[in-house]
DNA sequence: ATAGGAGCTACAGCGACTGTAGCTTCAAGG
DNA sequence: CCTTGAAGCTACAGTCGCTGTAGCTCCTAT
């Protein structure tokens, strides 16, 4: 029997964000003390460590909905775990391929600039005149 | 003289957006017309280019206004703009090197992965089990 | 004169939390 | 047994950067 407080320190979450998980349908409502404080289980301690790794892997809360309920049914094929793991997967090396292209330009932009009066400033140029850049880093979702 | 759907056309923007830049004082309010319609000079469409492309480079709406702050003030020294856009490529770099590392992560759990029961699967066990991935992660913001 | 596309304001919603206010409860020490 | 202070409770607002909606009004081309 965990205390909020014991579970979220177990697990590197804060209280709130157990509070929200819950809120949310992601962690079952647990048991109560007579003066209404949370009582969990060492089974909801193992789904909020499921929850939390999900969450740094980059996993969406609605993508982490469906692991868990593959999870619940060990019986169920786990084709569909494969399928949300490689969407993940495909996201990442969007987003890292966008920030290669955003780091490139960066510096660029920074070993151009000789400081100096901003009027001169290659930063703001470049920024001022998209023509400069080499590519079009395409729109401004991360 | 455009108007605000024009200025959003020329720019790869959308109409709200442009009244969000408004309201939050990134871009001036622009003259109206009798009816109260905004009508934008060339000026302005050069400040919301600005302010679209540094997005697009990843910088935050509070760092694009001290970029703007600067550009507007062409006497200022540019040092502010170095450091603004050094400290954009340091959290560009950071993020590239979260992600490279879920990547590997991500690749490892689906290369395992044999299908079958969701019992055995090999995704869902590394989530269950932080103790088999090769790094921490780290928290879970991009 | 009319039609319909464009613009207007005001506000709600997204995702995933985080912080705050104003209480109540629990557990350890005296 | 009582006190004290940390921890927990609910409810709600705020974060960021938009985006969408409802219900209007305006502008312009025919």
Redesign the interface.
């Known amino acids: 029997m965990y205390s909020i407080g014991a579970l979220a320190r177990q697990t590197?979450t804060k209280v709130q964000t157990v509070r929200y998980y819950e809120q949310v349908g992601l962690l079952p409502q647990p048991d109560r003390t007579a003066g209404g404080q949370r009582r969990y289980q060492p089974a909801d301690l193992?789904r909020l460590?499921?929850i939390?790794?999900?969450?740094?892997?980059?996993f969406s809360l609605s993508a982490i909905r469906e692991?868990l309920d593959?999870?619940d049914?060990?019986?169920?094929?786990?084709?569909?775990?494969?399928t949300?793991?490689?969407r993940?997967?495909r996201e990442?090396?969007r987003?890292?391929a966008r920030?290669?292209a955003?780091?490139a330009?960066?510096?660029r932009?920074?070993r151009d600039?000789q400081?100096?009066?901003?009027?001169?400033?290659r930063?703001?140029e470049v920024?001022?005149d998209?023509s400069e850049?080499l590519t079009d880093?395409?729109?401004?979702a991360?």
């Open positions: 590197g193992d460590a499921f939390r790794h999900a969450r740094q892997l980059g692991l593959l999870s049914h060990p019986a169920r094929d786990c084709s569909g775990a494969d949300i793991a490689r993940q997967l990442v090396e987003r890292i920030l290669e955003l780091r330009e960066l510096r932009m920074i600039c400081g100096g009066a901003a009027a001169d400033c930063v703001l920024l001022r998209h850049c880093h395409g729109d401004p991360d």
